[in-house]
C-alpha cells in the first residue's frame, strides 16, 4: 500500500456566523487547505466531504462555488465521526493507487438547541436514550456509578479544556472557567451542569491527503472506522440492542484496536490526543476506552492531572469540543488540523514539546467511531 500523508490543511474557526452561508464556511477552509498544500485545479483527483445537517449535495456546492467541480465528490455522514469517516476514504483511495492526492473536508451550521436524529425513534429520545444530555447524564451517572469517577472530578475536564482553548484562536470559547464557576452552571440533567456540555455550533475544516511527501507532510498512520455492537442500553452502541451484556466491546475500543495495529504503536508511544468531550463524561469514558489510563481508573487519571499541558500525554490541547464547540461535520477533521500543526510545531502558545505521534477520535452518534493516527 501506499503510504499517504497529509500535505495541506485549513480551518474556519468554530462559532456562529449567521451572516454566512454553510457553502461559504467550506470555502474558506478548502481555499486554506489548498494553498497550504500548494495546489490548485487539478492537484485532486477525488474529493470527499462530512457532514451531517448540510443537505444534499453540500460538498458539491463548495467545489462548484470554487470552480473546483468535474472530480468525482463523494458526501458522507456518520454523525460526530462524518469527517474522520471522510478521511479514512480518502486514505484508502490514496493509499490503493487510486488517486494521487485527495481532499477531505467537513463543514456544518448546527440548529440551535438540542440535537435532533431521524436515527432515534420517538421512544428512544422519549427514554433519554438519544444523543441528547439526558443520555449523556445517564451515561455520566453510570460511570460515577461503577468506578471513583466525582462531580468534581466531571469540573475538572471542563476546567481543563476551556483553560488550553485559551490559546486556540478557532475555539469559540475562549476563557478560562474555574472549578467552582462549573460547578455552579446550571444543572441541565444530574449530574451535568451546563459548563460540562460542549455547544452545537457552525464551522468547516479540510485536508489534503497525498502520495507525494514535503517536508511538512504528516503521514497517516492508521485511519480506522467502526461502528457499533449490539450491547449495554448505556454503552456507546446505545440504544440499538439493549443488552445488558457490559463486556461487548465499544466502537471505540474496535477502532483503537484496529488503527493500534495498523499503526505498529500503542498508547503509550502517543504524544498527544485529541478526542471526543461532547460533555465532560465522555471525556473520562474516551481516555479509558483508547487505553489511555486502565478502565474505570478515570477519575484518578483526572485528578492526577492527566490530560494538562505540561503532562506525559496532554489531551484536547485545543481546548476540545467544551471550547471549540460542535459542528458535527467539522469536528473530526478540526482534531486532525490541530495535530498537523501539532506535528509539524506550528501550534503557537498551545505547542506540545517534541510531538511525534498523535491520535484523533471521534464518536458518532454512539453507531460510529473513527481513530486516526498521524505521526513525524
Same mark, same amino acid.
Given at each position: 500500500?501506499? /503510504?499517504?500523508?497529509?500535505?495541506?490543511?485549513?480551518? +474556519? /474557526?468554530?462559532?456562529?456566523?449567521?451572516?454566512?452561508?454553510?457553502?461559504?464556511?467550506?470555502?474558506?477552509?478548502?481555499?486554506?487547505?489548498?494553498?497550504?498544500?500548494?495546489?490548485?485545479?487539478?492537484?485532486?483527483?477525488?474529493?470527499?466531504?462530512?457532514?451531517?445537517?448540510? $443537505?444534499?449535495?453540500?460538498? +458539491?456546492?463548495?467545489?462548484?462555488?470554487?470552480?473546483?467541480?468535474?472530480?468525482?465528490?463523494?458526501?458522507?455522514?456518520?454523525?460526530?465521526?462524518?469527517?474522520?469517516?471522510?478521511? !479514512?476514504?480518502?486514505?484508502?483511495?490514496?493509499?490503493?493507487?487510486?488517486?494521487?492526492?485527495?481532499?477531505?473536508?467537513?463543514?456544518?451550521?448546527? /440548529?440551535?438547541?438540542?440535537?435532533?436524529?431521524?436515527?432515534?425513534?420517538?421512544?428512544?429520545?422519549?427514554?433519554?436514550?438519544? !444523543?441528547?444530555?439526558?443520555?449523556?447524564?445517564?451515561?455520566?451517572?453510570?460511570?460515577?456509578?461503577?468506578?471513583?469517577?466525582?462531580? =468534581?472530578?466531571?469540573?475538572?475536564?471542563?476546567?481543563?479544556?476551556? %483553560?488550553?482553548?485559551?490559546?486556540?484562536?478557532?475555539?469559540?470559547?475562549?476563557?478560562?472557567?474555574?472549578?467552582?464557576?462549573?460547578?455552579?452552571?446550571?444543572?441541565?440533567?444530574?449530574?451535568?451542569?451546563?459548563?460540562?456540555?460542549?455547544?452545537?455550533?457552525?464551522?468547516?475544516?479540510?485536508?489534503?491527503?497525498?502520495?507525494?511527501?514535503?517536508?511538512?507532510?504528516?503521514?497517516?498512520?492508521?485511519?480506522?472506522?467502526?461502528? +457499533?455492537?449490539?450491547?449495554?442500553?448505556? $454503552?456507546?452502541?446505545?440504544?440499538?440492542?439493549?443488552?445488558?451484556?457490559?463486556? *461487548?466491546?465499544?466502537?471505540?475500543?474496535?477502532?483503537?484496536?484496529?488503527?493500534?495495529? =495498523?499503526?505498529?504503536?500503542?498508547?503509550?508511544?502517543?504524544?498527544?490526543?485529541?478526542?471526543?468531550?461532547?460533555?465532560?463524561?465522555? @471525556?473520562?469514558?474516551?481516555?479509558?476506552?483508547? $487505553?489511555?489510563?486502565?478502565? %474505570?481508573?478515570?477519575?484518578?487519571?483526572?485528578?492526577?492531572?492527566?490530560?494538562?499541558?505540561?503532562?506525559?500525554?496532554?489531551?484536547?490541547?485545543?481546548?476540545?469540543?467544551?471550547?471549540? $464547540? @460542535?459542528?458535527?461535520?467539522?469536528?473530526?477533521?478540526?482534531?486532525? *488540523? @490541530?495535530?498537523?500543526?501539532?506535528?509539524?510545531? =506550528?501550534?503557537?502558545?498551545?505547542?506540545?514539546?517534541?510531538?511525534?505521534?498523535?491520535?484523533?477520535?471521534?464518536?458518532?452518534?454512539?453507531?460510529?467511531?473513527?481513530?486516526?493516527?498521524?505521526?513525524?
Amino acid at each position: 500500500m501506499t /503510504p499517504v500523508y497529509v500535505t495541506g490543511v485549513g480551518l +474556519h /474557526p468554530f462559532g456562529r456566523f449567521p451572516d454566512r452561508s454553510l457553502t461559504a464556511l467550506g470555502m474558506e477552509a478548502v481555499r486554506a487547505a489548498l494553498a497550504d498544500a500548494g495546489i490548485g485545479r487539478g492537484g485532486f483527483q477525488a474529493a470527499f466531504c462530512g457532514t451531517v445537517y448540510g $443537505g444534499v449535495a453540500a460538498g +458539491h456546492k463548495v467545489l462548484t462555488a470554487l470552480g473546483l467541480s468535474g472530480v468525482p465528490i463523494v458526501n458522507v455522514e456518520a454523525g460526530c465521526a462524518s469527517g474522520g469517516a471522510a478521511l !479514512a476514504l480518502g486514505a484508502t483511495s490514496v493509499a490503493s493507487g487510486r488517486a494521487d492526492a485527495v481532499l477531505v473536508f467537513g463543514l456544518e451550521k448546527m /440548529p440551535r438547541g438540542i440535537i435532533r436524529s431521524s436515527f432515534f425513534d420517538p421512544w428512544r429520545e422519549e427514554a433519554g436514550l438519544a !444523543a441528547t444530555p439526558a443520555y449523556f447524564a445517564l451515561r455520566a451517572q453510570r460511570l460515577m456509578l461503577e468506578s471513583d469517577v466525582t462531580l =468534581e472530578d466531571l469540573a475538572r475536564v471542563s476546567v481543563k479544556n476551556h %483553560r488550553q482553548g485559551v490559546a486556540n484562536p478557532y475555539a469559540m470559547y475562549r476563557r478560562a472557567v474555574s472549578l467552582d464557576e462549573v460547578l455552579g452552571s446550571a444543572v441541565v440533567c444530574e449530574p451535568l451542569r451546563l459548563l460540562m456540555l460542549c455547544a452545537p455550533n457552525e464551522g468547516a475544516a479540510a485536508v489534503v491527503l497525498s502520495a507525494r511527501p514535503s517536508s511538512r507532510a504528516v503521514r497517516v498512520a492508521a485511519a480506522a472506522l467502526r461502528s +457499533h455492537l449490539s450491547g449495554s442500553v448505556l $454503552g456507546e452502541h446505545t440504544p440499538l440492542g439493549g443488552l445488558t451484556d457490559v463486556d *461487548v466491546p465499544t466502537p471505540t475500543e474496535l477502532a483503537a484496536r484496529a488503527a493500534y495495529d =495498523e499503526a505498529g504503536i500503542g498508547p503509550g508511544d502517543l504524544d498527544l490526543v485529541e478526542l471526543q468531550d461532547t460533555d465532560s463524561g465522555r @471525556e473520562i469514558l474516551s481516555v479509558e476506552e483508547l $487505553g489511555l489510563c486502565p478502565r %474505570r481508573a478515570g477519575g484518578r487519571w483526572v485528578r492526577d492531572g492527566g490530560g494538562e499541558m505540561g503532562s506525559r500525554l496532554p489531551v484536547n490541547a485545543s481546548g476540545g469540543l467544551l471550547a471549540k $464547540g @460542535e459542528p458535527l461535520g467539522a469536528s473530526a477533521l478540526a482534531q486532525v *488540523v @490541530e495535530l498537523t500543526w501539532q506535528l509539524r510545531d =506550528e501550534a503557537g502558545p498551545r505547542q506540545v514539546p517534541r510531538a511525534r505521534a498523535a491520535l484523533a477520535h471521534t464518536v458518532g452518534r454512539g453507531a460510529n467511531a473513527c481513530v486516526v493516527i498521524l505521526a513525524r
